[in-house]
């Protein structure tokens, strides 16, 4: 499944002399910053966050490990990219102005694209396509909040599958979302090149939570000694709640509850909030005065809510997950 790779990486992990490296990969007028540990034979894991610029949980911790992290021995080599979408990031964005593409739907990319399908390609030829396992950081951002999980993409062969769900095990303190894939994702691009890839949601409302922070640090902790980058004893794993969905649109967060006018959203419910079907969640109330009410689809538990109150047509306000 592997894709026609460029003959020359900008930055070639094989060939890097052992050690810490710091390294700009640019082309075609895109580019972002790469933390590089190099050290004996062994896995190459990458990281990434601000895939979209509003999150910023992400950036947050791999900042702090690029300043601080010295390990003694390292059997393979990991690279952190603390922001990969620094146009968006810059502009606290989910997605790039100038071109408005969402990243996240941008992939395998395009050399001759827009800005955003050149940095996805860019970064699917010189990053991905040199990795054996990849996690990518997200959050909420800045116009909703969630409750923390972890995600894969089913389906995979036998040991891709369960390689995903060992990398996902160790972010214990978030229940665990998984489905078939969906188009354009950096876990396309993965799931192309037969990488085992997760995601990370946190909960973002343009904010860094102390708890999601931890949480996700104890998480890469523990990645880097399941992987055997790092030796460690071996962690003891709380039992995550997990949900398997045969459904794409279940794990597509932006297609549920969308408001059906652009307006003022009142929200009347909570995070973690169960609600039945029919429930009202909130309400839309329109500039030129009428008021839309947005009852649950289906059952379940609320497990993302719209906090930026001024909405667009087309903008999802909850997201329940089914119970
Ligand atoms: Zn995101």
């Known amino acids: 499944m592997a894709k026609k790779n460029p003959p020359e990486f900008l930055v070639n ?75 968006a990031f810059f502009a606290g964005a989910r997605c790039r102005p100038d071109d408005g593409a969402n990243l996240a739907r941008s992939f395998p990319g395009n050399r001759r694209g827009s800005p955003t399908s050149r940095l996805a390609c860019l970064f699917d030829q010189q990053v991905l396509a040199q990795a054996t396992h990849y996690v990518d950081f997200h959050s909420a951002g800045g116009a909703n909040r969630l409750k923390p999980w972890v995600g894969y993409v089913t389906g995979m062969p036998g040991p891709i599958d369960r390689a995903q769900r060992a ?5 214990d303190r978030f229940w665990v979302w998984s489905g078939p894939p969906l188009p354009g994702r950096t876990l396309s691009s993965a799931r192309a090149r037969g990488v085992p890839a997760i995601y990370t949601e946190c909960q973002g409302a343009g904010d860094v939570a102390a708890t999601d922070l931890v949480a996700l640090n104890l998480g890469l902790r523990r990645l880097l000694i399941t ?33 059906p006018h652009d307006g003022l959203f009142v929200l009347a419910t909570r995070l973690g909030d169960k609600v039945r079907r029919g429930e009202v969640l909130g309400e839309v109330l329109t500039l030129a005065g009428q008021n839309v009410v947005i009852r649950a689809e289906h059952a379940g538990q609320v497990v993302l809510v719209r906090i930026q109150r001024s909405v667009r047509q087309g903008d999802a306000l ?6």
């Open 13 to 87: 992990l094989a060939t890097l002399p052992q050690g810490f490296h710091r390294r700009r990969l640019a082309r075609d007028g895109v580019g972002f910053e790469a933390f590089i540990w190099r050290g004996g034979p062994g896995p190459v894991l990458v990281v990434n966050g601000a895939t979209h610029g509003d999150e910023y949980e992400g950036p947050t911790l791999l900042r702090q490990w690029a300043q601080r992290w010295k390990p003694k021995t390292l059997r393979g080599t990991v690279v952190f990219i603390p922001v990969l979408n620094e146009v």
């Open 167 to 171: 990398m996902a095990a160790c972010f």
């Open 227 to 259: 992987l055997g980058l790092v030796s460690g004893a071996k962690p003891r794993l709380r039992k995550q709640l997990t949900r398997i969905t045969r459904s794409a649109k279940e794990t597509h967060l932006q297609v549920h509850h969308q408001a």
């Open 318 to 323: 909850a997201v329940l997950l089914p119970v």
